[in-house]
C-alpha cells in the first residue's frame, strides 16, 4: 500500500489563540480557515509540506456527542488530556527557545529521554500536548 498522513484533528476552543500558536509561535502556514455556524476549522502545515496538515477543529461541532460527551471533552481539554501532537525538527534545543519566546505554557524543556529520544513539550492554547523531537541525523 502507498499511504500517507494527509490530515490530523486536532480540537480548539479559541481559534484566534490557536492560530497565533500554529501560525505566529510554530510557523505553519495557514491552508484553509473556514467559519459555520459561528464555528472555525483552520488548517494548518509545515511550509514546504503541501500535503500533511493538521486541522484545528471545534469539538463540539460533532453532532454524534452527546451533551455529557461534550462537557467530558471540555473538562480533559481543560487538563490538557485529550489531545496531543508529535512533531520533529532537526535542532530542538532552538526550536525550544523560538516555541518559548512566544509565551507557549513549557511542559518540558529539552532532555535526552531514556528511549534514546531529545524532545521538550508544550501545550497549546487548547490544553493539546505538542511534543517536538529532535531528527537523528
Not at 24 to 47: A, C, K, S
Not at 87 to 102: H, I, K, N, S
Request: contains cysteine; proline residues 8%; hydrophobic residues 40%.
Amino acid at each position: 500500500m502507498d499511504l500517507t498522513i494527509h490530515a490530523s484533528f486536532l480540537p480548539h476552543d479559541d481559534p484566534d489563540a490557536a492560530l497565533a500558536f500554529y501560525r505566529d509561535t510554530l510557523g505553519f502556514e495557514v491552508r484553509n480557515d473556514v467559519g459555520y455556524q459561528g464555528m472555525r476549522w483552520i488548517t494548518v502545515g509545515p511550509v514546504g509540506q503541501p500535503g500533511t496538515n493538521i486541522v484545528l477543529h471545534p469539538p463540539a461541532a460533532d453532532p454524534g456527542i452527546t451533551e455529557d460527551e461534550r462537557k467530558t471533552i471540555a473538562e480533559m481539554m481543560a487538563k490538557g488530556t485529550y489531545g496531543s501532537i508529535v512533531l520533529a525538527t532537526r535542532d530542538v534545543d532552538a526550536v525550544f527557545e523560538q516555541v518559548q519566546a512566544g509565551d507557549a505554557e513549557v511542559v518540558q524543556e529539552p532532555v535526552d529521554q531514556p528511549y534514546g529520544v531529545r524532545d521538550c513539550a508544550f501545550r497549546d492554547p487548547a490544553g493539546n500536548m505538542v511534543r517536538i523531537q529532535q531528527l537523528k541525523p
